[in-house]
């Protein structure tokens, strides 16, 4: 047991899976000598070697493509993209390969590989550093798409991913990566893909969020608490596939829906859970389902981001307002 | 200014157009029962073409991207390879892929419309790369799994002439040469990418030369000699087989096809130039060497030309008695776990399918 942030927990589930199965590989710019610019794969290239811990040229589409030409060969490579905002080159290799690789050879050809990388903005970083792209991702048939939102499940969530047989984008909420400090055991326990974590039981109003989110959400849920309203909040953690079952339950339970993600709120993830819940649960609905989202603008750079970023103030209104409905 | 870096792109041709062996050919140019086994691998691979194409033609097949003039190429890079390396393709490399045992069924399968063709007996090949240029990294991948594992087997990586302007083949063969992978990477200039001629697509005189940029070797070689071809591609193998790294090899031939069957070459090209070009075709050069060699003659042409005809229809017999894929497969191929909502979604199109197979078009009964 040890108090860890997140991006400590996410090294350790590195180490953890690099020591118990060779296959793993991991790749990208700067992990290596530099541990990664946020320090995620730190101490991994003394502890593992050059070989298994590999400084790539400096091209996204290479390491994506790279990723899936090793893991045909049965690797099970790592793969980190620095920025989320420099995913756009290896969208390529994601989606014309990577999901597509099982499908279009009958199963002949896999990819059980991990691309991970930051996500979100909040900290000051300069342009292109502060994507939240989920939904082009998830967009992808094939594809899983997973978000931890505290260090226990940055560590167990990032073992699945690894394990999982099929591709898995890892986003990692840059925001949290420091911000709090968590027990974690550090046993190789992967956490299920696939499933809403509820994180706080509540009866008036669902809340769904995921990501650096999950902290604004609770701090909503907190302060509405307070007021009488009893909040529910479900951290979707794998975004697609979206465990849709474990939503509508508490649906119907409490009769009222706020999606809460920082990405803009154009055909964002929320808009799916909004009109599943809608197509499966209408009736069981007291208000109108609301979604807090980022503006459907670019997130805007430091001096404004926190402008843009959905806070717990936007959240309890939004709630506040499906109460009065 | 003094000369920091010169370089020099060797240009490799043992058979000329009228198939007269240079001097200084290898031992492969006198061994006479390999050239005849490529020979009926290219004459296989032509024979297929052309029956792929009639098949298109007729309605029994979809867009096929003809392979037409490239054989020597296909069977001469596939020729060089060991069968535990690992092939990644574009989609007209059919020679190669011939040679390496997927069945001339499968191809069509694919050309046909069904996914179960890439499901092919060259276990660990890729299957046709169709967006360009992608599998660049594919075989840099592969052969990064073998350098880690310390194994003796190399990719090999087609692309076209058009693909060296993307930068996936750039990125490919850097770092590739950044990390010394086994890896080959076979430039397949056929001077043209659709309507475009090699001339438009870069001023670089060769595109050999552009392994210069990524720190390893290029080099030409006429890709209408098989042996030139085979030869290139086997140094290179070995090459890369002793740890020293990758080479880009630039096949220079010519597409004597359309691109594909959607296309009309006849638009853009010149018909003096597709003429001369047939002049240089590389079955007609391999079997003037073996005539010259009296290895060859008239009765074993025409009786190999029936045995390919033979293996090509018992290959389309196999095709077209392939039944409809199951609705089933778009989804039980996606994930080897696959999630609740796509297994919903699975159900939904049995149900559909069978309404739409007993010809229900919407009104709710059968027509």
Not at chain 1, 85 to 106: C, E, K, S
Request: proline share 5%.
């Amino acid at each position: 047991m040890a108090k860890v942030t997140m991006i400590e927990a996410i090294n350790r589930a590195h180490a953890w899976e690099m020591a118990h199965d060779p296959s793993v590989i991991v790749l990208g710019e700067d992990v290596g000598v530099n541990g990664g610019v946020f320090r995620a794969t730190a101490g991994l290239q003394e502890q593992f070697g050059k070989d298994r811990v590999q400084d790539t040229p400096l091209a996204e589409g290479m390491i994506a493509g790279m990723a899936v030409g090793m893991a045909t060969q049965g690797l099970k490579p790592v793969a980190e993209i620095q920025f989320m905002g420099f995913i756009y080159p290896a969208l390529d290799q994601i989606g014309n390969h990577m999901v597509r690789m099982r499908n279009r050879t009958r199963g002949r050809l896999t990819c059980p590989l991990v691309v991970r990388m930051p996500h979100g903005g909040g900290i000051h970083a300069p342009e292109h550093h502060s994507e939240s792209l989920e939904a082009i991702l998830a967009h992808h048939a094939g594809l899983r798409v997973v978000c931890p939102s505290s260090p226990a499940r940055a560590y167990g969530l990032l073992l699945a991913a690894i394990r999982d047989p099929d591709p898995v984008i890892f986003l990692e909420p840059a925001r949290l990566y420091r911000l709090v400090k968590q027990e974690i055991t550090d046993d190789g326990c992967a956490l299920p893909l696939d499933v809403c974590y509820r994180l706080r039981e509540g009866s008036d109003v669902t809340l769904v969020t995921w990501g650096a989110m999950v902290t604004e959400t609770l701090s909503a849920a907190e302060i509405l608490a307070n007021e009488g309203v009893s909040c529910e909040v479900l951290d979707l953690a794998t975004l697609s596939p979206i465990d849709h079952e474990t939503i509508l339950e508490s649906v119907v339970k409490t009769g009222r829906l706020v999606v809460v993600h920082e990405a803009p709120r154009n055909c964002g993830i929320g808009a799916e859970i909004a009109a599943t819940v809608a197509e499966r649960a209408l009736y069981d609905l007291h208000a109108p389902i609301k979604r807090v989202t980022g503006y459907d603008t670019i997130i805007p750079l430091s001096r404004l981001e926190h402008d843009y970023i959905p806070d717990a103030a936007r959240i309890t209104d939004a709630v506040r307002e499906t109460l009065t409905e | 200014m003094k000369t920091v870096a010169a370089f020099e792109i060797k240009y490799c041709q043992f058979l000329d157009a009228e198939g007269n062996l240079a001097p200084g050919a290898p031992a492969l140019a006198s061994d006479i029962a390999e050239l005849l086994k490529m020979y009926r691998f290219m004459t296989l691979a032509r024979t297929f073409d052309a029956k792929a194409i009639n098949l298109q033609r007729t309605g029994k097949l979809g867009t096929y991207a003809s392979c037409l003039g490239h054989e020597a190429t296909h069977v001469g890079v596939a020729a060089a390879m060991q069968p535990d390396d690992v092939l990644a393709p574009v989609y007209r490399e059919f020679g190669s892929q011939i040679w390496r045992g997927v069945k001339m069924s499968s191809i069509l399968l694919y050309w046909g419309g069904d996914e179960r063709g890439n499901d092919f007996a060259a276990r660990q090949d890729f299957a046709w790369c169709v967006p360009i240029a992608s599998q660049m990294l594919h075989g840099a991948g592969v052969a990064m799994a073998m350098k880690i594992r310390g194994e003796k087997r190399c990719s090999v990586t087609y692309i076209g002439d058009g693909g060296t302007s993307e930068g996936a083949f750039y990125e490919g063969i850097n770092v590739a040469g950044a990390r010394a992978l086994p890896a080959v990477f076979v430039i397949v200039n056929n001077r043209w990418a659709i309507s475009v001629p090699i001339e438009s697509q870069t001023a670089t005189r060769t595109l050999a030369q552009k392994a210069i940029a990524a720190g390893i070797p290029g080099i030409q070689v006429d890709g209408n000699d098989a042996i030139a071809v085979r030869h290139t591609v086997e140094e290179a193998l070995a090459r890369a087989r002793r740890g020293d790294g990758p080479t880009l090899i630039e096949a220079l031939t010519y597409r004597l096809s359309d691109h594909t069957t959607a296309d009309d070459a006849s638009r853009y090209r010149d018909p003096t130039e597709v003429a001369e070009a047939w002049t240089r075709e590389p079955l007609l050069r391999l079997r003037s060497y073996l005539k010259k060699l009296n290895a060859w003659d008239e009765a074993r042409e025409e009786a190999l030309k029936s045995e390919c005809a033979r293996e090509v229809e018992a290959a389309v017999d196999e095709y077209l008695s392939a039944p409809k894929p199951s609705t089933d497969d778009m989804f039980d191929y996606l994930f080897a776990r696959p999630p609740r909502s796509l297994l919903e979604q699975r159900a939904q199109a049995r149900r559909h399918s069978a309404r739409r197979r007993a010809g229900d078009r919407g009104t709710g009964s059968r027509s």
